[in-house]
């Protein structure tokens, strides 16, 4: 059995090993400017994302190593009464198709060397939402205890210059376990000259 299939599944056969119900943030935040159709969870775990943009009527696949993690993420989406394509895959052996995501999300799986086929895979106009641990130098509670898995200052944002860039912060955020830091990317797969941008809700900026 593959390295990360074996590790990740003893961490879900633990019953107290949990993930948080609701999608990241930035997916709850953003849902209304991001573009429709069809999504990819990269790294699901317990399917929070896949079943967020289920729920909200994209056509989802979702891929992870670990069949716990899946067996779990199944089980949410039967409760919640939608749809997933769930697919038990290891992301460097998973053939992702070019032009085919209108939105790709990743949180919490280093991914940095799967970016150039995980961009690839985005449509034109297609969004990746992105957020993943950050090293800091401050007390972090949350997250991996090695720096080995978490992302440098600004190594998420220098990996997506070639997308055009509409969000990218770095910051600590207080859970409900601990405190973690974060970088938090939303780029949109641009092409030609001219780009469209997604429209701030009225009254939340005055400013020209
Ligand atoms: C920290 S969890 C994050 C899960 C989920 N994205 C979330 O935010 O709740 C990392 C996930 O990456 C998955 N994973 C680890 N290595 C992987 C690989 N090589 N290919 C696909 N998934 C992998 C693990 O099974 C685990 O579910």
Not at 9 to 37: A, Q, W
Not at 146 to 155: C, F, G, I, K, P
Request: net charge negative; charged share 30%.
């Amino acid at each position: 059995m593959n390295d990360d299939r074996k590790r990740w599944n003893e961490k879900y056969s633990d019953p107290n090993f949990e993930f948080p119900d609701d999608p990241i943030p930035e997916l709850e935040r953003r849902t209304s400017s991001l573009p429709d159709g069809r999504a990819l969870d990269v790294a699901t775990g317990t399917g929070r994302n896949a079943v967020f943009l289920a729920e909200h009527g994209y056509d989802v696949e979702a891929v992870d190593v670990s069949d716990e993690a899946l067996a779990r993420a199944r089980q949410r989406a039967d409760e919640r009464g939608v749809d997933v394509d769930w697919i038990r895959a290891d992301l460097a052996e998973f053939d992702l198709e070019p032009d085919t995501y209108d939105l790709i999300t990743v949180s919490f799986f280093a991914a940095l060397e799967h970016l150039p086929d995980l961009k690839a895979a985005l449509s034109p106009g297609g969004v990746l939402v992105y957020e993943h641990h950050l090293r800091s130098s401050d007390p972090v509670t949350v997250g991996p205890s090695s720096d080995r898995y978490r992302y440098r200052s600004n190594d998420l944002l220098r990996a997506c210059l070639d997308l055009t860039v509409l969000v990218y912060e770095e910051r600590r955020r207080p859970l409900a376990d601990g405190t973690a830091a974060v970088a938090t990317l939303v780029a949109r797969n641009s092409h030609g000259g001219t780009q469209s941008y997604p429209a701030v809700a009225e009254g939340t900026d005055g400013s020209r």
